[in-house]
């Protein structure tokens, strides 16, 4: 198909068969502690903690919860 400047402004309809493939996780040998350990911009401190436990009170969920908060 071609398309010339007196089609411009016209309506085009395009359609596609797509073929999807799934791929799995990759795995990841580093250690959880790695990512949460303490550092400069997120302390690991009884405030922090406190604050942390206070925000959690109402919460279900588990770690992912956790993370979030």
């Known amino acids: ?3 010339d400047a007196q089609d411009s402004g016209k309506h085009l309809s395009v359609q596609f068969k797509v ?3 799934e791929k799995s996780a990759h795995v990841d ?3 959880p502690e790695v ?3 303490p550092e ?7 405030q922090f903690l ?3 436990t206070k925000v959690l009170i109402d ?3 588990g770690d992912l919860v ?3 908060a």
């Open 35 to 37: 990512y949460l350990a």
């Open 29 to 31: 040998s580093t250690s």
């Open 59 to 61: 919460k279900n969920g």
């Open 50 to 52: 406190d604050i942390a």
């Open 40 to 46: 400069r911009n997120v302390p690991n401190t009884k």
């Open 66 to 68: 956790k993370a979030r």
């Open 1 to 3: 198909m071609e398309l």
């Open 19 to 21: 073929k999807r493939h």
